[in-house]
């Protein structure tokens, strides 16, 4: 009796079970005969599919699996094309997987104390088996993690995937960006080294740099922010014990919750906008090389025959809906390519990790800084302008950047270049500004090193001429204007887009390797790290 | 509820100014959940500062005015303050940098920053780099059993220098 309706709520569509049956041998019989069964019973129980092999199963391992049903269950085959997307948004969320599981057993050996934080990661290197490769492989992804984000944001924005309707994903990319440098510099902290320790004080000085701006205008006294940001960031007014358990709170809590939250939203949204974006004008020879579908082809094919559980898509997916044939069953052809890139991602993290160690410096001085005292490497572009003014560098200049690229999507109305690298007119726009925008900065940054800035000139100048002109903000004023010059004269949105984020590209670009290479002690420039003095 | 004769609740229901009570309430209601929500978030925000911040005393003994004859420096590398003496008194100047909070250095008769390359002159004025302000200078004061000490919570006006008194100095 309670075999047949076990049977019936369980194998809702698996193969119907052979049918036993001997009854006669009373209730020991029955019992043994579900010990028998036990194996497939639990097996239809956890997985309520076939083995994925037609045109049903292979739908029902996407749709009745919580973690693969993110996915639609066909993928467009372009999507699967290696040039599009480059499997960049596949790596970071590897990376991010990576990083969580190496973080959370790194947890279990750091202490956050002011005394221990330092021993506790020479503990991690020298004295936990494997602790090396976990510290190596954390710190090795973290960096990859930035690289891979960034280069994400520049696939998505040269193919023209922020256009209507994805603006609202660029924007949750752009948190998403921010979380992962945020959670960099958070992590790049916590080993309390000389390193980590100059660089909370530098930044926690650039959240509190709003001084500089609130002295120049001399309201200070009444309306102290900076004061206030560093306090809720360090927990003290210096940098101690408390700022080390805050830290460590913000870097492990905080914002991996936040990223979860905004990593989930950011796959949601991927499908309801319309799945992956991709040209409207694919052809066949486009897609030659890529997995076919020749069951699901047919089916599409065929006499007008529905394919009921794409119904689930929502109407605003035209792209979806258009051309149903180019589809293919995302298991396995989507999982397989997925599952390509989380390998070799986890293979170059892991080779990373076990070639080369994570740096430690001595432990936290806090009577002499660093010389030079470098934030991570893909902090040094800021930090170059933090060398002119700590709150143009540390607060206008990124806020400024961030918000241009907010402000794309909506900006750039322009339809119909989706899915697609740029070619032609878009190409040469590329071209010209990335070729303008890489001189500019050269010349710009060439003349500070020659002839210095205002206050060499003139030194008692008020600090608010130096917030406001500096090499940083100089040349992105020159890069907005030239932007607008680009629509003005084309009549193109999307042309002005290109034209600012290409140089945007070079700011981050040149400033980062300018600052990392050809800043030596007391920021002084040298052509070469060799040429520093020894000290 | 509604009866079958009434049109519709939003009509029967019009102020003189216009606005249903279905609506006033429904934005009342959105209102006081934000208003609720808001303040409930500040208040547990407030938190994140305590009143009392775990600090260092701002204040230090820099040692007996016996100590200090002129061309006396003493470097107090756990408060990052030099104290320093000439023939006008002794006065004490922070060696945190005023640009990103780095310790500057002793150099060619002023002070450099090993961070981002600021410099200053020997009392602490700003020469050259990105540092927004000089040094600060800290009121000195001579406490009963002779020791002098250095507030750091009480910045002075460059210049500002402690004498002392002749029967002291004698």
Not at chain 1, 153 to 159: H, I, K, S, Y
Not at chain 2, 34 to 48: E, N, T
Not at chain 2, 77 to 85: P, S
Not at chain 2, 99 to 119: A, K
């Amino acid at each position: 009796m309670s075999n047949s309706i076990e049977k019936e709520s369980s194998a809702l569509d698996a193969p119907a079970e052979k049918t036993t049956g001997s009854s006669q041998a009373g209730g020991f019989g029955l019992l043994l005969e579900n010990i028998r069964a036990f194996p497939g019973n639990f097996r239809d129980a956890v997985i309520r599919h076939g083995v994925p092999d037609s045109q049903r199963t292979r739908s029902q391992a996407v749709f009745s699996n919580i973690f693969l049903h993110i996915h639609s269950i066909r993928t467009h085959r372009w999507t699967l094309k290696k040039s599009f997307t480059v499997g960049l948004g596949v790596a970071t969320t590897a990376l991010f997987l990576i990083l969580s599981v190496t973080g959370i057993m790194l947890m279990v050996y750091y202490k956050p104390t002011e005394a221990e934080a330092y021993n506790s990661i020479k503990d991690i290197h020298y004295i936990v088996p494997g602790g090396r490769l976990l510290r190596n492989t954390h710190r090795w992804a973290a960096n990859l993690m930035v690289i891979s984000a960034l280069l994400h944001m520049v696939r998505v924005f040269f193919t023209a995937s922020y256009q209507k309707p994805r603006e609202f994903n660029w924007l949750i990319g752009i948190a998403l960006l921010v979380l992962t440098l945020a959670l960099s510099f958070t992590g790049y902290c916590l080993p309390w080294d000389q390193l980590a320790y100059w660089a909370v004080v530098i930044g926690s000085n650039i959240a509190g740099s709003a001084v500089e701006l609130t002295d120049a205008l001399n309201v200070t006294q009444v309306f102290d922010i900076g004061m206030m940001q560093r306090q809720i960031l360090l927990g003290a007014s210096s940098v101690g014990g408390e700022a080390i358990l805050r830290f460590y709170w913000i870097h492990c809590i905080a914002l991996p919750f936040a990223m979860t939250v905004l990593i989930g939203m950011h796959f949601w949204r991927i499908r309801k906008d319309g799945g992956m974006s991709r040209p409207s004008d694919i052809r066949e020879e486009e897609l030659a090389g890529l997995p076919e579908d020749e069951v699901g082809k047919a089916a599409f094919q065929g006499s007008g025959k529905t394919y009921t559980l794409m119904c689930a898509v929502p109407e605003k997916t035209l792209q979806v809906d258009k051309d149903q044939e180019n589809t293919v069953h995302s298991w396995p052809h989507a999982f397989r390519a997925e599952m390509a890139v989380v390998m070799t991602v986890l293979a170059v993290v892991l080779l990373l990790g076990v070639f080369y160690n994570a740096p430690l410096k001595i432990a936290a001085d806090p009577a002499i800084p660093e010389n030079p005292a470098k934030a991570p490497w893909y902090f040094l572009g800021l930090q170059e302008v933090v060398s002119y003014s700590a709150f143009a560098g540390g607060i206008g200049v990124p806020l400024f950047m961030l918000v241009g690229l907010a402000c794309i999507p909506f900006l750039d109305r322009e339809r119909g270049k989706l899915g697609r690298w740029p070619r032609q007119r878009d190409l040469r726009c590329a071209i010209i500004s990335l070729a303008f925008s890489f001189l500019c900065i050269v010349a710009t940054l060439s003349f500070r090193v020659h002839f210095g800035w205002l206050r060499d000139w003139w030194p008692g100048i008020n600090q608010l001429w130096i917030i406001l002109i500096n090499p940083g903000t100089l040349v992105l004023a020159v890069f907005t204007g030239y932007s607008l010059l680009w629509t003005g004269r084309t009549g193109s949105t999307r042309l002005g887009a290109i034209a600012f984020f290409c140089c945007l590209m070079t700011f981050f670009v040149v400033f980062t390797y300018f600052g990392t290479v050809h800043r030596g002690p007391n920021w002084d420039f040298y052509w070469w790290p060799s040429q520093w003095p020894t000290h | 509820m509604t009866t079958p004769n009434e049109t519709s609740p939003e009509d029967s229901a019009k102020t003189t100014d216009g606005l249903s009570r279905k609506d006033f309430l429904s934005t009342a209601g959105v209102g006081m959940c934000a208003s609720g929500l808001a303040l409930a978030s500040a208040g547990a925000l407030r938190s994140a500062v305590p009143s009392v911040l775990p600090d260092a005393s701002a204040q230090f003994k820099a040692g007996k005015s016996e100590d200090f004859v002129p061309g006396t420096m003493k470097d107090f590398t756990e408060e990052n303050v030099l104290v320093l003496c000439d023939a006008d008194g002794v006065f004490a100047i922070s060696t945190v940098c005023t640009h990103l909070g780095c310790i500057v250095g002793q150099s060619d008769g002023g002070f450099l920053c090993p961070c981002h390359g600021s410099r200053y002159d020997a009392d602490g004025n700003v020469l050259q780099g990105p540092a927004p302000k000089g040094l600060a200078w800290f009121d000195i004061a001579q406490l009963p059993d002779g020791n002098l000490q250095v507030d750091r919570a009480k910045p002075v006006q460059v210049g500002t220098k402690f004498k002392f008194t002749d029967t002291e100095l004698g």
